[in-house]
């Protein structure tokens, strides 16, 4: 079976690129093939590669609804062409941009398509109606997009499939409980996008409020590129002044894209993620199938990827103050948590092995 994933992106950045990946490695064994369909401006800097299909007008997300429809409307000669040119079993969209060119698909083509919605948009009621279509299947991440929505998966056309994580982090040597030097710093390691809803000032205020003595034995790392937009830029600026003027250069760093998320990951004591609404972290499920703990705000669907006290500690969504007593809890008690070999059992369901299996089926059902 081939299928078209329609996404736009101009960046490999991970996220929705790193889930379809990680299913391209499994399916292709079940004799499923992958096809991402993405921006002329694409360069790819993951692997492993995956073969794509390129358009100069497709975007795949973006402020302006007015730039998503426009775009849309001049990537449907290109689109059509492909459709004739190309057979593919199945359209499967996965951003906002590539949603509006698949619904051409689906109704001026009569095409059945897969949309899964890796975001907690503020325009509810668009998405609803979508699920109401005969020919569009709807994926939400989990249950409190569902809610967030209004979505039930017992409706024939909507569907709850989790983001998912390469097995291979379930292969990682767990972490070891105690801690080999009590003088060494805590460490804290962020991985991720640099874009304003991370929140990734939040950890830089928590910092600036505690005491200059317990801030000494913490340390923050980030790794992650910087979103290719103006505002992501202006932000990345914001937060390397904010790190000047509060005197945190030996405390955090924040280093740019990874070369390997595991190694990144090794020597963290917790994982951090302070974003307002995530949809369904990656990198917070491949640090949780490492087994290490993570601290992370309450928004999204964060609650549904950490056991508050169990496999990491919940924060008040946008509060620094909590976000706060947290890092000074987790520095003077090392809170007692589950072992990281329960921390990795959490998310197992959740490798790209299990979601694969869910996504065969869903395709099969909707060809």
């Not at 698949?102 to 949309?115: D, E, H, K, P, Q």
Request: charged letters at 25%; one cysteine or more.
């Amino acid at each position: 079976m081939k299928i078209l994933h329609l996404t736009g992106d101009r960046q490999d950045a991970g996220g929705i690129l790193s889930v379809i990946r990680s299913l391209d490695r499994v399916n292709r064994k079940a004799g499923f093939e992958n096809i991402v369909w993405v921006h002329r401006d694409y360069v790819e800097q993951r692997k492993p590669s995956l073969d794509y299909r390129r358009s100069p007008f497709v975007l795949n997300d973006g402020p302006s609804h007015l730039r998503l429809v426009a775009g849309a409307l001049a990537a449907l000669p290109g689109f059509r062409n492909l459709l004739r040119n190309e057979h593919f079993d199945l359209i499967h969209a996965h951003s906002r941009g590539g949603l509006l060119v698949a619904l051409f698909a689906s109704w001026m083509l009569r095409r059945n398509i897969v949309f899964t919605n890796h975001t907690f948009a503020n325009r509810t009621g668009f998405y609803r109606s979508i699920s109401r279509c005969s020919r569009v299947h709807s994926v939400v991440l989990n249950p409190r997009m569902g809610r967030h929505y209004g979505l039930s998966p017992e409706t024939a056309m909507v569907s709850v499939i989790s983001a998912c994580f390469d097995d291979s982090f379930l292969n990682e040597p767990l972490p070891e409980t105690d801690r080999k030097n009590p003088a060494d710093p805590i460490k804290l390691v962020g991985l991720g996008s640099i874009v304003r809803w991370k929140n990734w000032h939040l950890i830089l205020e928590a910092f600036t409020q505690l005491k200059k003595n317990e801030r000494t034995g913490i340390r923050f790392d980030h790794w992650g590129p910087i979103a290719q937009d103006r505002d992501s830029m202006d932000y990345s600026r914001e937060l390397e002044m904010q790190i000047a003027e509060s005197g945190l250069k030996d405390q955090v760093c924040f280093h740019g894209p990874a070369d390997s998320v595991k190694s990144c990951l090794t020597s963290a004591d917790a994982f951090i993620l302070p974003s307002r609404d995530e949809p369904c972290s990656v990198a917070l499920m491949e640090a949780l199938a490492m087994g290490i703990p993570a601290i992370v705000s309450n928004g999204g669907g964060n609650p549904d990827l950490v056991q508050d006290k169990q496999t990491g500690m919940l924060f008040q969504r946008d509060d620094v103050t909590s976000l706060t007593q947290i890092i000074r809890t987790w520095k003077e008690t090392s809170p007692h948590l589950s072992d990281p070999s329960s921390i990795r059992d959490s998310v197992r369901h959740r490798s790209a092995e299990r979601v694969a299996e869910e996504y065969r089926k869903l395709y099969k059902d909707s060809v």
